[in-house]
Nanobody, 124 residues
Framework: QVQLVESGGGLVQAGGSLRLSCAAS????????MGWFRQAPGKEREFVAA????????DYADSVKGRFTISRDNAKNTVYLQMNSLKPEDTAVYYC?????????????????WGQGTQVTVSS
C-alpha cells in the first residue's frame, strides 16, 4: 500500500477555483494509478477523476468533465486535482486514492489505499 495525504480543500464561492494536492509515500509512485473520489453528506462515494501511472491516460466523471483536471508529478510523488467553475453541488469531502492497475478506475472497491479526505465547500 501507499500512504496518501490530501491538502488544498476549503471554502470557495460558486464559479471559483481550487487545487487539491495529494502527496504519496511508499512504493514507487509511478507504479500507481491514482484517483479522486468525493462523498457528499448522505450520498455514496463517487468517482471524480483518474490518471494512469505515467499520466498518459486520464478519465473523468461526466459531472466534472471540462471543469476539473487531474495531473501528476512523479518526481514529487504528488497528484493534483485542479477544479474550476465550481458549483455548489461539488461540495463534498474529496479523497485521493491509489491502485496498482488502471482497470476499474471508476470503482471505489478497486482501490487499495485512501487518504483521509479534504473538505471542499462551494457557496452559492
Amino acid at each position: 500500500q501507499v500512504q496518501l495525504v490530501e491538502s488544498g480543500g476549503g471554502l470557495v464561492q460558486a464559479g471559483g477555483s481550487l487545487r487539491l494536492s495529494c502527496a504519496a509515500s511508499g512504493r514507487p509512485f509511478s507504479s500507481y494509478a491514482m484517483g479522486w473520489f468525493r462523498q457528499a453528506p448522505g450520498k455514496e462515494r463517487e468517482f471524480v477523476a483518474a490518471i494512469s501511472g505515467r499520466g498518459i491516460r486520464t478519465d473523468y466523471a461526466d459531472s466534472v468533465k471540462g471543469r476539473f483536471t487531474i495531473s501528476r508529478d512523479n518526481a514529487k510523488n504528488t497528484v493534483y486535482l485542479q477544479m474550476n467553475s465550481l458549483k455548489p453541488e461539488d461540495t463534498a469531502v474529496y479523497y485521493c486514492t491509489a491502485k496498482e492497475y488502471y482497470n476499474d478506475y471508476d470503482q471505489a472497491r478497486a482501490y487499495d489505499s485512501w487518504g483521509q479526505g479534504t473538505q471542499v465547500t462551494v457557496s452559492s
